[in-house]
């Protein structure tokens, strides 16, 4: 799937994500319920690469055997399973996971788990001692005699498993062995940890040569991958489409994905759900002199929806789907409202002039990044600069050179020496005005979508405020709009991968959903006469508040608050900040606040990825902090409020971030990132109008996200309210001039100085 340049290090392609699934999810982590207290002697070797490292491994799994102890049954199971395959015994450890599959698929269904991976390596070792052949030879058979077995959709499940490459397995038992290097014992939890982190890289080592040819052996007797056709859009560009259909042969339902670049992954895994799988791409991103995106995948993508239609293969039904980029080319299509597209689906899609290649009317370097790599091959410019360390120090050096210079945004292309003509057309259009308009559907075109939508976001997601948008839009202008809305604590990794862990942030076990999974059985509730999946029944706004471990639903967005909890600035201190009073304070003392524009010595300043910390992120903010919660509320919707100010400035860029503060002293973040916007847009993205430099004045301002969490009684809310001034995203020096074309020498008037006042308040959301 396509994704925008805002987080290329968590949107990238899938054999990276595939990498940092490695990393991240297929290691068991059941522990043992009681530590043995004086442990097991064990040296780490100093390396993965260490030809002593089998036999030391094995040396431990062998003396922990017999008096490893755990009183839940399945992880007993699954624990013993691994010290058995490490240990040699590999019959016994095939029984004890044969033992642990049939208690699971008691307990919770004939439900596919990635302990299939393990189940088959235990099967192909059993084998390979019990017919004295090479590791090589048992996989195969015991692959051949497995796989096939499986349906379309499990088999392709298990071989994405399968396919991960050992590198990240590999990263993840030499960090293990680097931290217990100095200790010269390891008791029964670090054990078992460091077992199941070397038996994950073994495994895969193991197979990694052996999987690709079997996978592709597999997928050419349940699939069949028709040649690539190139079609011809409206605007003369050439369309790459790739087909795979299910072997059946029967006429389906066709499931498409119109992106940037080519793949047949997600075309493969919805012939694996019993559609025809369909990806189309632009062939100006993979070699045309210049390509521009936007503008005119609407109509063609509506060019591929009409062709698949009068294909023999199609029943003349097609589903849109895709991520990011390709979310957008969904919604571009449902502007012109081509017959065959009968439904459409989007994670996080972006929208044009509202989400990228701006955010609260704010530019970020990373949409010049991303507009040389799809719009000028000649740049030679990766899209994954983001998960390559020479190319991401590459950008941060350039983001660095700009913003230490001090010229003006514009001179970008300039410093970088490599001309981008796409993202000067961009800063033309600061405002959201016709140019942005045109390329996703307007108020008349929202209200004459009648097609079922369904857009899923998350907190964290960087297009979370595109998909609010198009979900907005649509229910505003269509009474009678069949549109669900899907929304919980997740970030772009977890919306496509189901990646483990949040940044640091527990996820409620009821959040814990294959997106990707009630994905497909929405659109089998439209194509193929299913009911709807439990959580989108009610259709409208189904929102998981985090820490509550319940999914609740609400007509719309603005029926998730029930009611609000307004909180003042106030001059008065607290927890180490100001306050934020429920009270308006009888001080009328401003709070002022200055910054110097042209100070640059925080170039290499960038914000923590993680969503938990022990201190919040106050570069150029100032910290308010309410009293702790008399009880636990759900704040939920969207942050709203008014700013009463005086500055000496006609615009100001103003970021907001709020923060749980725990009673154990935790910041946990409640969106990633903050709100932050330009105050000259705040009361209409379509329309600059300055501020006044002198006088007292009111900006209103409504978040373009939502915020999702019980926050628990002795929590406080802490806000951060700052001052955008930062290296990797246009500078506002607050004159009348076009903010791209201002630099720090047309800074006359001196260093920024606001003062909050006292009736300056935040709306926090309730919802009850």
Known sequence: MTRLPQVCARRCKWSLRRLCLALAVVIPLSLPSVAAAAGFEFKAPLSVD??????????????????????????????????????????????????LSERMRAEHGPRLSRAAVYDLYARAKTAQREDRSSFDVAFNKTFRDDVPKLEDSAAYTLLNWLTIAPLGYKLALQKALDRQRPKTSVNDAEAIRLLWTYLSYAVYRDMSSLVGPLASEDDRRRFQFDDEVTLKAPNGDSLTVVVVRPRSGAALPALLEYSLRGATSYAKECASQGYIGVMAYARGAAGAKRFVPFQFDGKAAGTVINWIAAQPWSDGQVG????????????????????????????????PGIDFPMQGRIFHNSAFRWALAVSDPSAKVSTTFDTVPSEERRWKLLDEKWYRSGKAYRELGRISRT?????????????????????IPSKKEFAAIDIPTLTITGYYAASEPGGLYYFNQHTKYNAAADATLVIGPYDDSR????????????IDPVAEVDLRDLRYGWFNSIFKGGARPPIVQQGGVNIQIAESDQWTHAASIDDIATSSRRLYLAAEHEDGGYRLSPERSLHAKPITQKMNLKERSDFGWRPNANFAAKVPEVHNGLV??????????????????ELDIVTNKM???????????????????????GHGFRASYAHDRTHRR???????????????????????????????????????????????????????????????????????????PIHR
């Open 495 to 506: 919306l496509t991968g189901n990646i483990s862990g949040l940044h640091g942030l527990r």
């Open 50 to 99: 260490d030809p002593k490292l089998d036999l030391v491994m094995r040396d431990l799994a062998e003396r922990m055997l017999p008096v490893y102890e755990e009183s839940d049954p399945e992880h007993y199971l699954e624990n013993v399973s691994a010290l058995q395959l490490v240990a040699g015994s590999y019959a016994a450890a095939a029984e004890s996971r044969k033992q």
């Open 320 to 351: 849109m789907f895709g991520t990011a980029y390709s979310g957008f080319s969904a919604w571009a299509a449902a502007k012109y409202r081509p017959a065959a597209l009968k439904a459409i689906a989007t994670f996080a899609p972006t929208a």
């Open 624 to 641: 308010f902090a309410s009293r702790p919660f008399a009880e636990s509320a759900d704040v939920a919707g969207a942050l709203s409020g």
């Open 419 to 439: 001309p981008n003509f796409l993202f000067i057309r961009w800063l033309n259009h600061p405002s959201y005005d016709r140019y942005w308009q045109n390329m």
């Open 690 to 764: 300055l501020i006044q430099a002198g006088p007292r004045q009111r900006i209103h301002f409504v978040s373009d996200r939502l915020l999702g969490r019980r926050v628990k009684a002795g929590s406080r809310l802490v806000l951060v309210l700052g001052l955008n001034k930062r290296a990797d995203q246009e500078v506002n020096y607050g004159s009348d001039t076009d903010v791209s074309a201002a630099s720090s020498a047309d800074e006359a008037t001196g260093p920024v100085s606001v003062q909050w006042l006292n009736d300056s308040y935040i709306e926090i």
């Open 651 to 673: 615009d100001l860029d103003i970021t907001m971030t709020l923060y749980e503060r725990t009673q154990q002293g935790d910041y946990i973040l409640l969106t990633s990132p």
